[in-house]
């Protein structure tokens, strides 16, 4: 199965694929060997980092778009946001830290960083998106949207199935 096969076969909130623009400003980074990592990784309850992440960029470009911001750098960010590469559930056993909440968005940066170009809204985007626990608020409008979208996907793909 190819990798554009599995992602079209996952399950995130809305269809990405009919959106030609959304595909079009992330295509990249969505068939970047790097970003499919992110599957083999479980962010939380059953979902994987990657649908996590496709997810916090979707329902941030569709925000953004609507109100007129930097769509295209709240996709590119919102994909990138978790791109830590580890799986945090043993983060504390491998490490010793127990603070993977503070310290994952400088992991996400320094991976994103190394394999894409970033603008200045998506470096926000990736360092803040856990603000307040990122002491340093959010500079940018698009990285807020980001920050509390990440928070709404978040609560969904945790307490949304037992609802369901």
């Not at 569709?62 to 559930?89: E, I, N, Q, V």
């Not at 010793?96 to 985007?125: C, M, W, Y």
């Amino acid at each position: 199965m190819s990798m554009l096969q599995f992602m079209y076969e996952q399950k995130f909130l809305y269809n990405i694929w009919e959106d030609e623009e959304y595909i079009g400003c992330t295509r990249d980074i969505l068939n970047h060997e790097q970003f499919h990592r992110l599957k083999d990784y479980i962010q939380h309850g059953e979902t994987t980092c990657l649908v996590h992440s496709v997810n916090v960029s979707y329902q941030s470009y569709l925000y953004c778009r609507k109100h007129r911001m930097d769509w295209r750098s709240a996709a590119r960010g919102g994909l990138l946001h978790d791109l830590f590469l580890y799986d945090w559930h043993d983060h504390f056993k491998e490490t010793g830290s127990r603070f993977h909440g503070f310290t994952h968005p400088k992991s996400a940066f320094k991976n994103a960083d190394q394999f894409f170009h970033l603008n200045k809204v998506e470096k926000d985007i990736i360092l803040k998106h856990m603000w307040p626990l990122t002491i340093i608020p959010p500079k940018y409008k698009e990285s807020v949207v980001v920050c509390m979208m990440d928070k709404y996907c978040s609560t969904m793909e945790t307490v949304g199935p037992r609802l369901a």
